[in-house]
Antibody, heavy 120, light 112 residues
Framework: EVQLVESGGGLVQPGGSLRLSCAAS????????MTWVRQAPGKGLEWVAS????????YYVDSMKGRFTISRDNARNSLYLQMNNLRAEDTAMYYC?????????????WGQGTLVTVSS | DVVMTQSPLSLPVTLGQPASISCRSS???????????LNWFQQRPGQSPRRLIY???NRDSGVPDRFSGSGSGTDFTLEISRVEAEDIGVYYC?????????FGGGTKVEIK
């Protein structure tokens, strides 16, 4: 059974940093693209970033490019999202999602999410 | 960016009756590999999103057959043949053909 468990969320001041983690199990992690999606309170879903199986390609939404970095450690079956210079509008639930082997854009399994609150 | 427009925003339904959600994209979602990366997700209250449909019309394992997806190019539809109480929640379409990946704004399905 595919399991994705996010962690690392919390309360952070504007301008601060956080590193989110997603622990994967139940599938061969290194064979799949992975994606982060976020959801602001009471709002819809917003794609954040995706990363290729071997980490050689990363894609970001423009508004987060330069502030957020997606990475992975295939030896640890883990996905990460480093978030810097956080703003109030980054407050959201952050989900990691498993993709397909050959491409992103299918998000077939999701974690339970980790909540990030940016506030002074 | 590809804009995904869902309608209606809110869909009051009667249990046992059909329901239909429309999703329109601002560009064709047919990729160079010939596949159309159009997904539908369900988000029940207080839960993570769950994929229901991928490649326009393929139902995920465990998804009841009362859910069906159809469409092509830029126009897509999610249909529920007979709404049940467990179907209450917000439904999102999402395109995975073009970067950045984009979601529709969501359709809230609620009981009349």
């Amino acid at each position: 059974e595919v399991q994705l468990v996010e962690s690392g969320g919390g309360l952070v001041q504007p301008g601060g940093s956080l590193r989110l983690s997603c622990a994967a199990s139940g599938f061969t992690f290194s064979n799949y693209w992975m994606t982060w999606v976020r959801q602001a309170p009471g709002k819809g879903l917003e794609w954040v970033a995706s990363i290729k199986r071997d980490g050689s390609e990363q894609y970001y939404v423009d508004s987060m490019k330069g502030r957020f970095t997606i990475s992975r450690d295939n030896a640890r079956n883990s996905l990460y999202l480093q978030m810097n210079n956080l703003r109030a509008e980054d407050t959201a639930m952050y989900y990691c999602a498993k993709e397909e082997e050959a491409a992103a854009g299918l998000l077939d399994n999701w974690g339970q999410g980790t909540l990030v609150t940016v506030s002074s | 960016d590809v804009v995904m427009t869902q309608s209606p925003l809110s869909l009051p339904v009667t249990l046992g009756q059909p329901a239909s959600i429309s999703c329109r994209s601002s560009r064709s979602l047919v990729y160079i590999d010939g596949k159309t990366y159009l997904n539908w997700f369900q988000q029940r209250p207080g839960q993570s999103p769950r994929r229901l449909i991928y490649y326009v019309s393929n139902r995920d394992s465990g998804v009841p057959d009362r859910f069906s997806g159809s469409g092509s190019g830029t126009d897509f539809t999610l249909e529920i043949s007979r709404v049940e109480a467990e179907d209450i929640g917000v439904y999102y379409c999402m395109q995975g053909t073009h970067w950045p990946l984009t979601f529709g704004g969501g359709t809230k399905v609620e009981i009349k």
